[in-house]
């Protein structure tokens, strides 16, 4: 069982960061594959970035060159450095561990980019 905290969400202007936190519970973060979620109000929930247990990392299109996905294994977290920033990027962001059949979900954290 992993349990998965988000952080660090808030009300950010269009063009500003933000730097969203994960923190995982368990001995054996290091062997999960971690991504981010998010999902706006009134539509699916969408994949924005990941990162494996190897540390390769990949992207949506639409947050290429903008956003960095980042883990550090001995504090058992991932990042998501969002840089940028517009008002399509409002929206939940869920940090999600896979490993195998195994997936987790934190409770989300509330990103709000408006002026």
């Known amino acids: 069982q992993v349990q998965l905290v988000e952080s660090g969400g808030g009300l950010v202007q269009p063009g500003g960061s933000l730097r969203v936190s994960c923190t995982a519970s368990?001995?054996?973060?290091?062997?999960?594959?971690m991504h981010w979620y998010r999902q706006a109000t009134g539509k699916q929930r969408e994949l924005v970035a990941a990162?494996?247990?190897?540390?390769?990392?990949n992207y949506t299109d639409s947050v290429k060159g903008r956003f960095t996905i980042s883990r550090d294994n001995a504090k058992n977290t991932v990042d998501l450095q969002m840089n940028s920033l517009k008002p399509e990027d409002t929206a939940v962001y869920y940090c999600?561990?896979?490993?195998?059949?195994?997936?987790?979900w934190g409770q989300g954290t509330q990103v709000t980019v408006s002026s």
């Open positions: 990162i494996t247990s190897g540390g390769n990392t």
């Open positions: 368990g001995r054996f973060f290091r062997f999960y594959n």
């Open positions: 999600n561990a896979v490993r195998g059949l195994w997936h987790f």
